[in-house]
């Protein structure tokens, strides 16, 4: 990059704070519009992720109760086959032994039938539990869409404009040696109103209450080097003279005595 004279520099520096602050007002105009945006899509897809988990949990108990009818069926079999060898028992010892399976039988469908029962529980509150989350998916969709669609607008206005100005922040950088970019990008970072290149108005750095010393205002004036704030870091460019001339007293002419 070619040596500019300090000058030159402030220019330079000046141009780029005023592209920036169009953007940021551009940016303004937005307001809270794009975050808002941002936090409905999040929103969205963490309802959306435990509405794939609560059906895959429904999936889980109508397969539980698909099994427990298969292993009722399974069981009454048995007592039906228990039943028949019965009658052809030789000895008490083997009635015995055979009653006991279908006790056991008996207690297990009593078991699978508690299990159906509670699934067919839990699959109804899921059910109302899905059904409650479509209804805020459906809602916050809504808004989303009503958001995207007012942050669209807003975007398709200053598009052409914030293109622009966009190229001319990317010229404007061009002209600043790095070092000096590097401090002035941090400095607006830090700063609310991302004011980092200001002028000395009133005596005073714009955005900014204290009072400027005179000698550092000549300096300013001067523009043999880079002048900064020591109290905001602000970079300060250039004095309004307009302010300056204001704030001095106007010289007042006294008139004659006559004798």
Known sequence: MENNTV????????????????????KKLRGDLPDEVQDLEDEIVGYNTRLDRFKAELDE?????????TGIKDAEKLIVKYNDQQKNVRNNREFDAITKEVELQE?????????????????EKKNEEIAAIEEVIKERSADLDNKKKELDEILN????????????????????????????????????????VVSVKRGAADGCNIVIPPQKIAEIKEKKKIVIDEHSGRILADVDIEAEVEEKPKRTTRKKKTA
């Open 7 to 26: 000058a030159q520099k402030l220019e330079a520096l000046v141009k780029l704070q005023s592209i920036d602050t169009k953007l940021d007002q551009l």
């Open 61 to 69: 108990l109508e397969e539980s109760i698909k099994n427990s009818k």
């Open 107 to 123: 207690l297990e469908i009593q078991i699978l039938e508690k299990k159906i029962r509670e699934a067919g529980e839990n699959i």
């Open 157 to 196: 206005d200053s598009q052409d404009e914030e293109q622009k100005l966009n190229s001319d922040r990317e010229k404007a950088t061009k002209k600043i040696e790095e070092k000096l970019l590097v401090y002035y990008e941090k400095l607006r970072k830090n700063l609310s109103n991302g004011l980092a």
